[in-house]
């Protein structure tokens, strides 16, 4: 198709598009931007603060893909399950105190698996503890330019005080696709092979699946991440590439897995229709109105019985969507392996802490205690003196 038959169709095309557009998709936030020029080709409400859920670890692995770059992290450092991490809620892994994997693997159960167990892990990895993490990552982001952000924990379980805007995630996911493009396949790939320990104590190999549903079902789709928690609603930010062009589509509060992909998708279609020098760039975008001061809670609407009975919750891999933006999944890419390290104890510690290469060739003198000096201490001929242990048998 010509540009100019295109040009003539387009007003058509529109009128078609929101004849299958999802009621959501009128009625939320949403922005799309080409990642390579920034140019934003469709926005509404872009500027209203609102709860970013699990979108939150696209920032938590900006941060570390930062922190690995400036050197105060390192790709292969362990990453340690403590009891703070073990004990949040799903989505996790449910590995045991203790559980260690390298930062490179705990990315990726982040980034596919969205385990929110391993987002602390990382956090107290990286940074010591989670609010030093969550510190840094708002640093970042007002690096970025993301002005409406502001993150309080790695993995965006609810907290009022944890948002974002459509246009700030926008702005994260062009950092991620220009800055550290050596990852992208942690974005792209939808399933994960881990480990997990079943009931009986024995180690299995399990496959995890992304619950980006473009993955596999849209020509082109390439990243990002899903969200969801009551307040916020269904969040998604879905990208693709097309004849060498990357774009990105920002959807929040939208009311099932299934509208969020959908609404996506035609979003992505859209986008792709419009010519190159299309739209303005983000760093001028403007809010179109009166911008509200606190996020819209969806916790009445996307948590109620009779909401939650009528959604279509799929599982993972599994979905089956009929919608004019999808198609009918077709595996094209091989998961990703983690591995762990093992169990970190401080007895483990201690087993790998090195003997000395010196052995005595001679017995040793006897121990005799030292005149005048605290019974805690003695005296070892010809050398240090060295303290006794503080236990004392009681028989």
Not at 113 to 141: L, Y
Not at 225 to 241: H, M, P, Q
Request: net charge positive; aromatic share 6%.
């Amino acid at each position: 198709m010509t540009e100019t038959i295109r040009s003539v169709l387009r007003p058509f095309l529109l009128l078609i598009s929101l004849a299958f557009a999802t009621p959501s998709a009128l009625a939320a936030p949403h922005i799309v931007v080409d990642l390579d020029s920034g140019q934003v080709l469709s926005d509404q409400q872009a500027f209203d603060p609102w709860h970013p859920a699990s979108l939150t670890k696209l920032m938590t692995a900006y941060t570390v893909f930062r922190a690995i770059a400036d050197g105060s992290a390192r790709a292969d450092q362990p990453v340690r399950i403590s009891r703070n991490a073990a004990k949040q809620p799903p989505s996790r892994m449910g590995y045991r105190v203790g559980t260690t994997m390298s930062l490179e693997n705990a990315l990726k159960l982040l980034l596919i698996k969205s385990a929110n167990d391993v987002s602390v892990a990382i956090a107290e990895s990286v940074s010591g503890s989670v609010q030093r993490f969550a510190q840094r990552m708002t640093s970042d982001a007002r690096s970025l330019g993301m002005s409406g952000s502001q993150f309080v924990n790695p993995h965006g379980l609810h907290d009022r005080r944890q948002v974002t805007t459509a246009r700030d995630m926008a702005l994260l996911v062009q950092a991620l696709h220009k800055d550290y493009p050596q990852y992208r396949d942690m974005f792209e790939t939808p399933s994960v092979l881990a480990p997990r320990r079943t009931k009986n104590g024995k180690t299995i190999q399990r496959l995890y699946y992304s619950y980006n549903l473009l993955l596999e079902r849209y020509r082109g789709a390439d990243g990002f991440k899903t969200g969801f928690v009551c307040a916020s609603g269904y969040n998604f930010i879905g990208s693709a590439t097309r004849s060498g062009r990357r774009v990105a589509a920002v959807v929040l509060g939208r009311d099932s897995q299934t509208s969020r992909a959908v609404d996506a998708a035609k979003l992505l279609t859209e986008a792709f229709q419009q010519p190159l020098a299309a739209g303005q760039p983000i760093n001028q975008l403007k809010p179109a109105g009166d911008v509200p001061t606190a996020p819209r809670n969806m916790r009445s609407v996307m948590c109620s019985q009779e909401a939650r009975a009528a959604r279509y919750e799929p599982g993972a891999g599994q979905a089956v969507i009929d919608s004019p933006w999808l198609l009918k999944r077709e595996i094209t890419r091989s998961p990703l392996q983690v591995s762990l390290l093992g169990q970190s104890t401080a007895l483990a510690a201690l087993a790998r802490i090195p003997l000395p290469n010196f052995r005595p060739t001679v017995a040793l003198q006897p121990i005799e205690p030292v005149v005048n000096e605290p019974v805690s201490e003695v005296a070892q001929t010809n050398g240090p003196r060295i303290p006794l242990p503080s236990f004392r048998p009681s028989s």
